[in-house]
């Protein structure tokens, strides 16, 4: 992904999507669920999963009337986190900070954010990875009728894809020599660990945690290298 921001297209109506945007969105539920079809009509597109109820699982939760409401974020976030996505959140300038405090309230971290504030010209909102600045309306026309226009930060997180985990068949057993090997290497890192909590101004239990799990990477170093 290049350092530059790139533009995103979302719209209800595919066949209003132009053909070489490098950047798409769809919904996978609700009135228009989009998203399957982009797979066939921008193949070479990087497509974005929107979804508008806090039951669903996509790249993005929409927080708007008649979707997904804010105090739903914390759990949609912490279950997709859960399942190894890093949860973008959208919704309006003015709901930003309503989604913000009911994270918030819930210990939880906050989400990306992919704010809608149609000016009819390109911009960031501060704290967001894309900002939707026009609806494709004759108000707010965009690049493209009919279609919302966002801009995207390089900040904006991969969609996620599925990795192909490998099964018990093809996982060799390693060899002492091997298993020893990886052991000398890992004793590194464990160093590396306690000099960082001895070094650096971090926490009393954070320095606590790296030389605890430093000393104990050395230790099963050992035991391996004397059986």
Same mark, same amino acid.
């Given at each position: 992904?290049?350092?530059?921001?790139?533009?995103?297209?979302?719209?209800?109506?595919?066949?209003?999507?132009?053909?070489?945007?490098?950047?798409?969105?769809?919904?996978?539920?609700?009135?228009?669920?989009?998203?399957?079809?982009?797979?066939?009509?921008?193949?070479?597109?990087?497509?974005?999963?929107?979804?508008?109820?806090?039951?669903?699982?996509?790249?993005?939760?929409?927080?708007?009337?008649?979707?997904?409401?804010?105090?739903?974020?914390?759990?949609?976030?912490?279950?997709?986190?859960?399942?190894?996505?890093?949860?973008?959140?959208?919704?309006?300038?003015?709901?930003?900070?309503?989604?913000?405090?009911?994270?918030?309230?819930?210990?939880?971290?906050?989400?990306?954010?992919?704010?809608?504030?149609?000016? /009819?010209?390109?911009?960031?909102?501060?704290?967001? &990875? *894309? =900002?939707?600045? $026009? %609806?494709?309306?004759?108000?707010? !026309?965009?690049?493209?009728?009919?279609?919302?226009?966002?801009?995207?930060?390089?900040?904006?997180?991969?969609?996620?894809?599925?990795?192909?985990?490998?099964?018990?068949?093809?996982?060799?057993?390693?060899?002492?020599?091997?298993?020893?090997?990886? /052991?000398?290497?890992?004793?590194?890192?464990?160093? &590396? *660990? =306690?000099?960082? $909590? %001895?070094?650096?101004?971090?926490? !009393?239990?954070?320095?606590?945690?790296?030389?605890?799990?430093?000393?104990?990477?050395?230790?099963?170093?050992?035991?391996?290298?004397?059986?």
């Amino acid at each position: 992904m290049t350092n530059a921001p790139a533009i995103m297209f979302d719209a209800v109506n595919t066949s209003h999507l132009p053909k070489d945007a490098l950047w798409v969105a769809g919904y996978v539920d609700g009135h228009w669920p989009t998203f399957a079809s982009l797979k066939k009509s921008h193949p070479k597109s990087r497509r974005v999963s929107i979804a508008t109820s806090a039951a669903s699982v996509a790249d993005v939760l929409d927080v708007e009337n008649g979707d997904a409401i804010p105090q739903q974020v914390p759990g949609w976030v912490v279950r997709m986190r859960a399942m190894g996505r890093n949860p973008v959140v959208y919704t309006s300038r003015s709901e930003m900070g309503v989604v913000e405090s009911c994270c918030t309230a819930e210990g939880v971290a906050p989400p990306h954010y992919w704010i809608a504030d149609w000016t /009819g010209e390109p911009h960031l909102v501060s704290g967001s &990875v *894309a =900002t939707q600045w $026009a %609806n494709g309306s004759s108000r707010y !026309p965009g690049y493209a009728e009919g279609c919302d226009t966002s801009l995207v930060s390089p900040n904006f997180p991969s969609p996620f894809t599925n990795r192909k985990v490998p099964t018990m068949a093809t996982i060799a057993t390693p060899t002492k020599k091997q298993t020893v090997s990886a /052991g000398h290497t890992t004793v590194g890192a464990a160093l &590396v *660990a =306690t000099s960082v $909590a %001895n070094t650096f101004n971090v926490s !009393p239990n954070m320095q606590a945690v790296l030389t605890a799990i430093g000393g104990l990477i050395i230790a099963v170093e050992r035991w391996v290298s004397n059986k």
